[in-house]
Structures are given as structure tokens and as C-alpha cells.
């Protein structure tokens, strides 16, 4: 074991002097011939997937670099993310992230988080969409006014999702939460078309799903979009009121509705290695910027039914340090407590 | 209808179409020969070349791809006792005493025969039921479901041979080792021992692989040889074979049912349906001991059911845009890029597609037989092969498999786990299969029973098709008991 110890160590000193070298070069001429690994927390085939898929020969234009696409299936991608954030400092790791259920397993203590997103180099935002809540036909509901009309009358609604913290579930967590309904979140579903089945079958009053996929499920109205969950309208379902418009929010209320719209800004976000030199920051965001703001590209990614809504890196990471900046302990542990057991 | 369906007809037969078709059929099959790569790995390789190609030619080209897959996986599982995608596990258990006992041709000639009769069931059911297709699906809610993985699970005993004790201990186990990682619903991480993989639950893929393929790979290596075919010629085995699918249609259509409705439901899962479909051909048979020894019922009725399956599966991926299998769900990913998107107006939309998709389905699954026939005797020489040269081709081959569903190495280290699992179970006699389904179905089970005490309270047990459920169970339960006495009384 011993030689091969030493040659390990070697290897690192090596590779250790090599990287200070490459420090004094500029970060362009760095990247130039090297390879850069774009990480996806998902397998093949999925959005995530196609993301990255479309933007890594494009990057590799701008950059130079070879740009490899690599599937890192696992743990909702949580897994994925702890690895880039442990990898070697070098700038050479760049994933894709979710930032919904990665800011909420990080607020929710996951089991498996081992990363703090405030600490994480953001590089930029290929996409985010809002989320809607839908109205199952069955339930008679056509409106988000009927439904709080209802729950003030002591009606349980309940809602459909998937885990407590990926997106369906929270959503409809933080609209109870925000506007004092009585609900009960039936989570367990494999999908979230199939937790869609159980909103049009009429098991659940609705859902709540991102604004393409309301769209998709809208189509007969078998499902009605009742309102968005955030301050902005959605480019797809421009029709459909935010929930600002739709009732009253309570003042103690909006605040739910502004956390999880803040989260929701994180989107499909572009993050590298904490401790990566400044200057390869730098221009990986810069590289980014360029691929994203592209016409050809955003056309190409919009006729894949793959939208783009690019956001800087410095804004995504404003975003972040937002959202994690200013949460004293006892809200943190009443957000827990709304998402995580609440209403279940 | 009509119209849909000529102009169908008349797609399909469209050069890009035909092409497509022609490609994606050796690449299927291939995959499916391969142990360990499958049908969902097919989709995803396949997936980057769709972009660019005409809509239903890009459609064509995947569906073929994944359709085939338990076709050239029957091969491997029968002449190598290995499967070769996981729904051909249940095919190794009378697949493969058949082909020690110098049957082999014969089982994979049925095997393919029972695939392609099962598969243009299966096309049939989905065009039968396209019209009425939404209030079908939107029976089966998650009491339903619940129900019908639990029927699964009372065939833990039928499956394969051996003591029904043991049947039910290698269930019991499998269904234990399916608690690792998120419960399902509480999202309470279980037995992960901090070890994030194990977050994610065992994975299905190294699971087969080890239970199956490790003790074949270390019996071969320690000095046994794969059985020659004795006797007749391969050609006038398989053609045996194919007979004596014709001669046992009734359980070629009940086990293709079994798929269809297996498929059509999106949570129970396609692998269960080879399982379930053998158990009851074992259950309804009046000899069922020979189960397992090595008959060719014990080969048909698993195949037919898996490649039907892929028909019902593709029913609610079209309606509602819910995937019905893991492999639907990439298809349904293609049908995006392709800018189609499926949901309660595709079929209203776009009914040729629709039409045009079930025909390639037909066709390719006979397609695909006839050209496995033709290179059955080719492929038969494998077991002309050294062992020497055989074990460490095939052991790559097969982590190889592992490794690529999800590009992680602990699947490679988990298949050999699981591999020590399979060689104990050989050893003291405990049936692998049945681990298996248990594995498969525990979480389903566990799932929707939640589910669907959360929706409806305890009270969902009196919905209809509940009743209807339970008392098929009780029928299935006590059938063989019963008609033992009966027959027993006249005597």
C-alpha cells in the first residue's frame, strides 16, 4: 500500500501546483481544452436532462471547453448536489438543480442534505415556472373565492402531491396556511400526473402543479386553474388571476405566499463547486449569460417545449441569501411545521 | 373510426416510418438479449436521435424499441437462465429445467410464439378500449390499486416450484428489503444507516441481476456446462414450441389479460404482470405441483403477459399523459420533444397517431418473434461456448447493465450483494421469484393502502370493484383446494 500512497500523494501535490498555475492564466484560457461535467440530479429523458442536454455544446462553443452531460440519478437530486458541493474546487463541476425541493430540504432538515445553498457559487437560472393551483372538476369549485368560501364554512379541502417538500404539497401547504383553510394533503403519489389522476377522478379537491403542466391538464377542463401562487401572472395561462387577485390574503398570510414564491425564483438554477476561484466564477456566469440570451437558443429550447427564463447568477444567489439570509429559529421551525406536519 | 384507421394504416406504411421501425427492431432486441440492460435503458439511449425526425416516425422508432425488449430477453432467460430484462425473470423458472431436460428449443420457440400472440392481444385491447378508455382508468383509483397489488401478492406461494412455506418466506424477505429508504407516503427514511444510496430504497435492476444471473454465472464457472439440446433438431424444437402455444390459447389469452389490465393501471407496475400471470396459470391448473419442473405452460404465460403488457400500458400514457410503465414515462417525454402532448385531447386530436401506434405495436411484436426465431439457432450455439470464455463475457455484460441504469458504481457492488442473496436462496431451496414480486409489489401494497385509507377511511373496502377484488382473491385462494375435494368426492 505504501508506494501506492505516495503516488497518490504526488499526484495531488502535482495536481495542487497545477491548479495555482492555472490560477495566474486567465480563467478563458483556463477553461480552453478542458472538460467541463454538466451535472443533472435526474436520469436520462427528463426535463432536467433535456436542460442540459441543449445547453452543453452550446457552452462548449462559448468556452471552449469540452462539455460532457452526466446523469447523477438519486435522493430527488439532492444526492447529485452534495457531490458537486464536496467535489474538487476547480470549476469544473456545474449542475442543473431544482431549487424547490433543494431550499426545502435544506429548511426541513432532509436526511440527506449536506450543503448549504447560501454557500453554493450560483452561475445563473435556465428556467423557473410558477406554480397554479387546480380545482378538480368534481369538487364544484371554479374559483379560488368558492374555496375559501367553503373552507370558512368548516369544510375540509384536501389536495393531492407527492412528498411534503417537491413542489405539489408545500404549494398547497403554504395557500392553507397563508389563507386559514381547513386541509388535509393526500401525499404518496408515484407522479405527479398520477396525483393529477386523483384531482380528476374527484378523490382530492385539486393540486397544485407548475404552470405548463396546468396548462396540459386544463386542456378539457376536467381540472380548472384557479389561481397562480405568486405576485406574477404565468406567460402560459395569462388568464389566470395570482391568488392576490383572486381573494384577500390575510397580511400575516403573504408572507407564505412571498417564501415560496422567492423559491420558486431560484428555478432550474446552474451551480458550481463552493471555493472555486473568483475569476472562473466570473466567467462561467459570463459564458452562461451568453449561451441563455442567445435568440437561436431560446427559440430551439421554446419549440422543444423546453422555456427559458434566464436570470443571472448574482441575482439567483441575491435570491438565496434572501430566502436563507434573514429566517430567525422560530420561523424556521413554524415554516417545518406548516410543510412537514400540519396538515397531514 | 374508419377514416383514423386507414389513415393510420397508411402512415405506418410511410418510408421514414418503415425505417424507423427497421432500426429500432435489432436495437430492442439486442438490449433485450443483453442481460441487464432493458427496455427503459433502450428508450433513454434512443431518446437524442429522435429529435429532428418526423413526430410518428420519432414515436415508431421508440416504441419499437421498447416493445421488443422482453422478446430477445425470453432468449437469454430460457438458453441462459438468465433474464434478460426483468420482467423475463419469470421465464427462468420452468425455462430453464426445460432446457437442462434438452428442451430448450422448445421453450424458446413458445416463448416467442406466446410473445407475439401477447403482444397483438395487447395491441387489440388498446384498440378496443380507446374509445372508452378515460372511465376505465378512472375506476382504478388507489383502493383499486390496492387491492389488485395485494391480489399480486396472495400469488407470493404459487410462484415456482418448491415448498409453499418457503415461497412465502422469500416474499416475506423480499417484501422487508423493499422498506429500505423513503416510506412512501410519511417520507420517514427507513434502515438507510446514513448511506444516501440507500435513501433511494434497492434498485430493481441490480436485484434481478444478482438473484439470477450471479449463481447461473457461478454455477457455469465452477465447472458446469450449459445442457446441450438433445434429440431433435433446434428447428423442429421451435417449431414444437410454437405448436404448443396454438394448442393452449385459453392461457395465452387469460395470461395476455393479465398483462393488459396490469399495464393499464399506472400504479401496480408492468414487472409484476410475468408473476402474476404464472402464478395463475399455476393456480388454475389441475396438476399445479408441475409447475416449476420444468413445463411449457410455466413459459408461455409469463410471456405472453409481458409483452401485452406494454399494449395497456400505453393506454393511460395516452389518455391522461400518465404513464403506465417507467419506459411509458420516457416515452412520454419523447412525445414533448416531439411536440405532441398526450392528455384527455390527444386521442380527439391526433386519433391516427394514436391508431398508427397501436398497429406498429401489432406488427413489431410479430416482427420481432419471426426474426428471434430465425436467429435462435444461431444464438443456441452459445452454449457451445467454454465456460472459460462464457462467465467473464457474460458477468461484464451484466454489470455493465447494473452500472448503466443510473451510472452509479454501488449498483455494480449491490448486484454482487444480491448475488449472494441468490446463491443462498439456490442452495436452501427458497424461490427466488418469489422475493422478487415481493420486492416489486411491497411498496405498491404499502402505498395506495395509505392512500387509500387517507381518501376514504376504511370504508373504501365496500367500493364495487373492491368487493369484486377480494372476492376474486378468496375464489384464487381457495380454488385448489377446492377442486381437489371435489374431484376427490366422486372417487
Known sequence: MKPISALIAAAFLAGSSLTAAAADESAADYYKNETIHLIVGTGPGGGFDQYARLLAPELGKVTGATVVVENRPGGGGITAINQVASA?????????????????????????????????????????????????????????????????????????????????????????????????????????????????????????VTDRSARDYSQDGSLVPIAVIGHKHSKLLPDVPTIFEAVDVPQDGAFWIDFRASIVDIGRALITTPGTPDDRIEYLRGAFEKVLSDPELVKTAEDRGLPIDYASGADVQATVDKIFGNLPEDKLSEIRNVLLSKYF | MWDALLSAGSQTLQPGVVWAVVCALPVGLLFGLLPGLSGLTAMAVLIPFVYGMDGF??????????????????????????????????????????????????????????????????????????????????????????????????????????????????????????????????????????????????????????????????????????????????GKQLFDGCKAVFSRMGLVLRSSAIGSIIGIIPGVGGETAPFVAYAAARQSDKNPERYGTGIIEGVIAPEASNNAKEGGALVPTL????????????????????????????????????????????????????????????????????????????????LLGAYSTENNMQDVLFTFVFGAVGLACVRFGFNRAALLLGFVLGPAVERYLEIALNIYGPAFIVRPICLILIALMVIALAAPKLTARLRRRPA
Request: aromatic share 8%; net charge negative; with cysteine.
Open chain 1, 88 to 208: 474538487e474546487a476547480d470549476g469544473l463541476s456545474v449542475m442543473l438543480i431544482n431549487g424547490v425541493p433543494a431550499a426545502l430540504g435544506q429548511i426541513t432538515d432532509a436526511p440527506a442534505v449536506r450543503f448549504k445553498l447560501q454557500d453554493l457559487p450560483f452561475l445563473g437560472r435556465v428556467a423557473a415556472e410558477p406554480w397554479v393551483l387546480l380545482a378538480s372538476k368534481e369538487s364544484g369549485y371554479t374559483s379560488l373565492k368558492d374555496m375559501v368560501a367553503a373552507g370558512k364554512d368548516g369544510k375540509t379541502l384536501s389536495f393531492s402531491g407527492l412528498g411534503r417538500v417537491d413542489g405539489p404539497t408545500d404549494t398547497a401547504a403554504v395557500v392553507c396556511e397563508s389563507l386559514q383553510l381547513k386541509c388535509n394533503l393526500v401525499v404518496g403519489f408515484k407522479g405527479s400526473s398520477e396525483a393529477s389522476l386523483a384531482a380528476i377522478r374527484g378523490d382530492v379537491t385539486g393540486m397544485a
Open chain 2, 57 to 234: 416516425a420519432g414515436l415508431a422508432f421508440l416504441l419499437t424499441a421498447h416493445a421488443v425488449v422482453s422478446t430477445g430477453g425470453s432468449v437469454t432467460a430460457i438458453l441462459l437462465g438468465i433474464p434478460g430484462s426483468p420482467p423475463n425473470a419469470a421465464t427462468v423458472v420452468d425455462g430453464v429445467p426445460l432446457r437442462n431436460a434438452g428442451f430448450g428449443g422448445t421453450a424458446v420457440g413458445a416463448a416467442l410464439t406466446a410473445s407475439a400472440v401477447g403482444g397483438v392481444f395487447g395491441a387489440l385491447v388498446l384498440l378496443v378500449l380507446l374509445p372508452v378508455l378515460r372511465p376505465v382508468i378512472l375506476m382504478f383509483g388507489p383502493p383499486e390499486t390496492f387491492l389488485l397489488s395485494l391480489m399480486g401478492l396472495t400469488f407470493l406461494a404459487a410462484v415456482g416450484a418448491g415448498s409453499p412455506a418457503k415461497g412465502l418466506f422469500a416474499g416475506a424477505f423480499g417484501i422487508f428489503i423493499s422498506f429500505i429508504g423513503y416510506e412512501p407516503v410519511s417520507g420517514v427514511p427507513r434502515y438507510w444507516f446514513d448511506y444516501d444510496y440507500l435513501l433511494d430504497g434497492l434498485r430493481l435492476i441490480p436485484l434481478a441481476l444478482g438473484l439470477f444471473a450471479i449463481p447461473e454465472l457461478v454455477a457455469l464457472a465452477s465447472g458446469g456446462s450449459l445442457e446441450q439440446s438433445k434429440g431433435d433438431l433446434p
Open chain 2, 319 to 398: 389518455v391522461f399523459g400518465v404513464p403506465g410503465s417507467s419506459g411509458m414515462a420516457l416515452l412520454l417525454g419523447a412525445f414533448l420533444v416531439l411536440g405532441l402532448q398526450p392528455g384527455p385531447n390527444f386521442l380527439r386530436d391526433h386519433l391516427d397517431i394514436g391508431l398508427g401506434l397501436v398497429l406498429i405495436l401489432a406488427v413489431v411484436n410479430v416482427l420481432a418473434a419471426g426474426l428471434m426465431l430465425a436467429l435462435t439457432p444461431l444464438l443456441a450455439r452459445v452454449v457451445n461456448v467454454p465456460p472459460r470464455l462464457l462467465v467473464p463475457f457474460l458477468l461484464t455484460l451484466a
